[in-house]
């Protein structure tokens, strides 16, 4: 499935649909567009790296990790809230899911996007689902992540506030993560 390169798990047009003019660039969707903080892991560095370059490309401000323990590290220098996390499932060291319960510990509804190529994958985030939560089989489209994204940033979810669902550096110190 994979070139090597990571951006085979992109793909080159939304499903039914054709990329207006054909010319390779991103054909954005105003609606998909955001300023928030979005933390972006992944353990294929040129699929992160062209991710977070086309989640950029959205307005969106990307922190890019390899693995669950760099997310970790890198939250715990980041000033700014982190809005949510897009996360591979499946990676060495610390994978999606147990990054995603680290979190979940210290920030109960912190919005999370998993993202897999593989069945297992798909199968393990149903034991995390909720309504703060969505899932993205690889391939996809940027549009289709996106969209997603905003959907799951747009999203009213019970017992939501700001300070809950954010990861905000002034509260990791309360969960005694002080970087």
Do not use: C
């Amino acid at each position: 499935m994979d070139d090597g390169l990571g951006k085979s798990d992109f793909l080159n047009e939304p499903p039914g649909e054709a990329t207006p003019g054909g010319d390779g660039k991103l054909s954005h969707v105003p609606e998909y567009r955001g300023t928030e903080t979005i933390l972006f892991v992944d353990d294929n560095a040129m699929f992160r790296e062209f991710g977070a370059l086309a989640l950029r490309s959205y307005g969106y401000t990307v922190i890019e990790a390899a693995d669950g323990e760099e997310a970790i590290a890198a939250i715990a220098r980041f000033v700014a809230p982190i809005h949510l996390v897009v996360t591979d499932v499946i990676m060495p060291n610390l994978d999606g899911h147990d990054l995603v319960r680290t979190l979940r510990g210290w920030y109960p509804n912190i919005r999370v996007l998993f993202m897999s190529g593989y069945a297992r994958g798909e199968a393990g985030v149903r034991d995390q689902a909720d309504e703060a939560t969505g899932f993205l089989a690889k391939p996809f489209h940027v549009n289709q992540l996106a969209a997603t994204m905003r959907s799951l940033l747009d999203k009213r979810i019970r017992g939501d506030r700001r300070a809950e669902h954010s990861l905000d550096p002034e509260q990791s110190e309360q969960h005694g993560r002080n970087g």
